[in-house]
């Protein structure tokens, strides 16, 4: 347990409330935890590391079980291995057996968003595949399981992909100095999820009072766009929250009574996803 890379909270018996539901939170990015094995090849710094995490994305959401979800949680750094690109989205700058033509931040980091370099040099082969057979592949195919269960228990499966966002886009994000909305859902030109779904996190994050932008910066990265098959009855919701709502981005310490809310909040877009994965 203490070194897994990643969790599964199973939802409770006879928790708060009635229930399994067919709700996944899948949390890919809070992660900060380097295995000692992929430590020599990074050079990113430790404020790099926090910077570019979802931090405390896993603690808005933790008790989210209670609520009749089901919760898969990494514990490893996206410097690691990205859990939300594809396993091919890799250059040969950042391994050497990349393909792509340009991906300094695909399943492997090689730069920051800051524009510092993540790795000493090009992973070898042997280095590379580490990364997907430790990590990668045993992440996506708990995944994988969770949705054939909800699909066989409920007839549908509901994901909610739990990130947060930098509150100003920084250098390497194309629009450097932007202020992003307070909340973004990613449903690619809602493709990803029947519109129920989509306008639930709308709803709610208006109710709050928070702004809202539809895939704007953020449309959904891989789980969205590889799960999200509304005709097949999987639904996938990315949900961005900008970090300026619940820490101080500086300090990366939690904001007093700000995190406290975003946790509550969160909390009942579970329960009221949840309820709509039932209906």
Not at 56 to 75: I, K, M, N, P, S
Not at 147 to 158: C, I, N, S
Not at 169 to 198: E, F, N, Q
Request: aromatic letters at 6%.
């Amino acid at each position: 347990m203490r070194d897994a890379p990643f969790l599964v909270h199973e939802p409770a018996a006879g928790g708060e409330g009635a229930g399994e539901t067919a709700l996944i939170v899948e949390i890919p990015h809070s992660g900060v935890l380097v295995p000692p094995q992929f430590m020599p090849e990074l050079i990113a710094p430790a404020r790099a590391i926090g910077r570019d995490a979802d931090l405390y994305v896993d603690e808005l959401y933790e008790g989210a079980h209670l609520d009749g979800a089901t919760v898969l949680v990494a514990r490893t750094s996206r410097y690691v291995v990205d859990l939300n690109r594809a396993h091919d989205d890799i250059d040969a700058e950042s391994a050497v057996s990349g393909r792509s033509p340009s991906s300094p931040r695909g399943v492997v980091w090689r730069t920051t968003t800051e524009g510092q370099r993540a790795l000493s040099g090009p992973l070898t082969e042997e280095a590379f595949e580490a990364r997907l057979g430790e990590i990668y592949r045993p992440y996506h195919a708990a995944l994988r399981d969770l949705v054939r269960r909800k699909l066989a228990t409920f007839g549908r499966a509901v994901i909610l992909a739990a990130h947060s966002m930098p509150s100003v886009a920084r250098l390497a994000h194309g629009d450097p100095g932007r202020v992003r909305a307070d909340v973004v859902p990613g449903s690619r030109g809602r493709t990803s999820a029947a519109a129920r779904y989509i306008d639930a996190v709308d709803a709610h994050a208006r109710a709050r009072g928070w702004s809202v932008a539809h895939d704007d910066p953020y449309k959904g990265g891989f789980t969205t766009q590889h799960y999200g098959r509304p005709g097949d009855q999987v639904h996938v919701v990315q949900v961005e929250l900008a970090r300026r709502l619940y820490m101080d981005e500086a300090t990366y310490r939690r904001s007093p009574g700000g995190f406290e809310d975003v946790h509550a909040w969160c909390r009942s877009l579970v329960r009221k996803l949840g309820a709509l994965s039932l209906d």
